[in-house]
T-cell receptor, first 114, second 112 residues
């Protein structure tokens, strides 16, 4: 249950498989990137972030990869669980930095099949 | 949803009516934001405020108004000029120290 390449609005994976959610960002000068998880009827919650001087960052069961050459960001979720079902958004922080005026991607809905 | 409270959770608007969505934060953040989210879409910025008594239009400000009289509060009014107000509205505040955006739990606005 992996998906690589272009952004997909919906990704369906089997429980226990790894998931890869992709995102293309717009501003080559953006220096900070964040992934958010949004469950139905709730506000987005922070998952993991990465700065532009890094190309990989790992958290608990999640990894974010940054490819500045092609302006691409990905979120990898290991051993996907039913509780991971949600919409996932990437966000970039373009200059001027530290204003909080983030630019959000369209989001990918992750469906986990038991 | 951290220290950001949005109310009400659900709101219904009659045609020609103005309605106000509440957003309160106790995180001591200077900057606050309002986003609109349509089904299957990303977040679009309506208005934002970097400091008390100051606010700026976002990408889709037409038909909306805001005020920022207190640091803790950033209410959004959806006016009768907004012809398609049905959406999920999210308020957020920005932690400048840690560079993180915190969201409230949202208000679903529907038209009767």
């Amino acid at each position: 249950g992996e998906s690589v390449g272009l952004h997909l609005p919906t990704l369906s994976v089997q429980e226990g498989d790894n998931s890869i959610i992709n995102c293309a960002y717009s501003n080559s000068a953006s220096d900070y990137f964040i992934w958010y998880k949004q469950e139905s009827g709730k506000g987005p919650q922070f998952i993991i972030d990465i700065r532009s001087n890094m190309d990989k960052r790992q958290g608990q069961r999640v990894t974010v990869l940054l490819n500045k050459t092609v302006k691409h960001l990905s979120l990898q979720i290991a051993a996907t669980q039913p509780g991971d079902s949600a919409v996932y958004f990437c966000a970039e922080n373009p200059p001027p930095s530290n204003t909080g005026k983030l630019i959000f991607g369209q989001g990918t809905t992750l469906q986990v099949k038991p | 949803d951290g220290g950001i409270t949005q109310s009400p959770k659900y709101l219904f608007r009659k045609e020609g009516q103005n309605v106000t969505l509440s957003c309160e934060q106790n995180l001591n953040h200077d900057a606050m934001y309002w986003y609109r989210q349509d089904p299957g879409q990303g977040l679009r910025l309506i208005y934002y405020s970097q400091i008390v008594n100051d606010f700026q239009k976002g990408d889709i400000a037409e038909g909306y108004s805001v005020s920022r009289e207190k640091k803790e509060s950033f209410p959004l009014t959806v006016t009768s000029a907004q012809k398609n107000p049905t959406a999920f509205y999210l308020c957020a505040s920005w932690d400048r120290t840690n560079e993180k955006l915190f969201f409230g739990s949202g208000t679903q606005l529907s038209v009767l």
